[in-house]
């Protein structure tokens, strides 16, 4: 073999572990495009819900999309009550559940609750008849 052919063969020999990527990782470089797929399972843990009564004759209990809650998954969840009216209290009961504001008072507060399956209520204690609701939990 001639000197001219070794240096060209040497050269092809260059180029296709430049093309392989000879082991470096880089897949771009070998026009190669890497995909991870990732499935990720929404689990009840972790989820906030939002609940607010007043400062008028209002009560809500909303999840993190703003939606008012009529049904949930069992589970976890962290509940941030915005009491705005020292005339009312926001008041949860079901299967296991028992929390509640002052009616006196007002302000911030944040529970964990543990929802089983079943039926649950909200309401003012005061003002029960018509600032109430409620929803499943499957």
């Not at 009560?59 to 005339?87: E, F, H, P, R």
Request: hydrophobic residues 30%; contains cysteine; aromatic residues 6%.
């Amino acid at each position: 073999m001639t000197r001219r052919h070794i240096v060209f063969v040497g050269g092809l020999a260059a180029v296709a572990l430049a093309l392989a990527g000879c082991g470096g990782g880089n897949d771009e470089a070998s026009g190669t495009t890497e995909t991870q797929t990732t499935t990720e399972t929404t689990t009840a843990s972790g989820n906030t819900l939002q609940a607010s009564v007043g400062p008028g004759f209002e009560i809500s209990l909303k999840d993190s999309n703003g939606q008012d809650v009529t049904s949930l998954a069992a589970g976890t969840y962290t509940i941030t009550v915005d009491d705005q009216s020292d005339a009312h209290d926001f008041h949860l009961t079901g299967e296991g559940v028992d929390e509640t504001t002052d009616v006196g008072g007002t302000g911030m507060e944040t529970w964990t609750v543990t929802f089983k399956a079943g039926s649950y209520h909200f309401q003012c204690d005061p003002h029960s008849s018509s600032m109430n609701g409620d929803f499943d939990v499957t």
